[in-house]
């Protein structure tokens, strides 16, 4: 009876650590390692004074697509547009991870408790 008690309180604890860590929100430390501009172009070269006007009253658009670690970001009017990239790297937060383990510990231990007093 002893054997099966230890070996229920090892599972317990086992999974109030596994179920604490996967249902912990993780949170990837984001650092930008680079920004580029590619290129900036014009689209349409004003002649008249009313084109003129067209380009400057024009609103501005921003467009962001993501390509694996780089985020490319397109800004554009009626006349001219400029290109950028961002080059990201992100990686797992240790704290967060060490957190995350330690919630999952105490769980174990509480659920091991709960198991002893029954």
């Known amino acids: 009876m002893r054997w099966i008690t230890l070996i229920l309180c090892i599972i317990s604890f086992l ?9 912990y929100e993780h949170k990837p430390k984001i650092e930008i390692k680079e920004i580029k ?10 002649v008249t004074q009313k084109e003129m006007e067209e380009c400057v009253k024009s609103p501005i658009i921003v467009e962001a697509k993501e390509k694996g670690d780089v985020i490319v970001i397109r800004a554009h009017d009626k006349c001219k547009e400029t290109t950028a990239e961002i080059i990201v790297e992100a990686q797992k937060n240790p704290e967060e991870i060490i957190r995350a ?11 091991v408790a709960l198991i002893s007093i029954l």
Request: aromatic share 6%; proline share 3%; charged share 10%.
């Open 15 to 23: 999974l109030g650590g596994v179920l604490t860590y996967s249902l």
């Open 37 to 46: 501009t590619v290129e900036t172009k014009y689209i349409r070269i004003p």
């Open 101 to 111: 383990g330690l919630l999952g510990v105490a769980a174990g231990a509480l659920i």
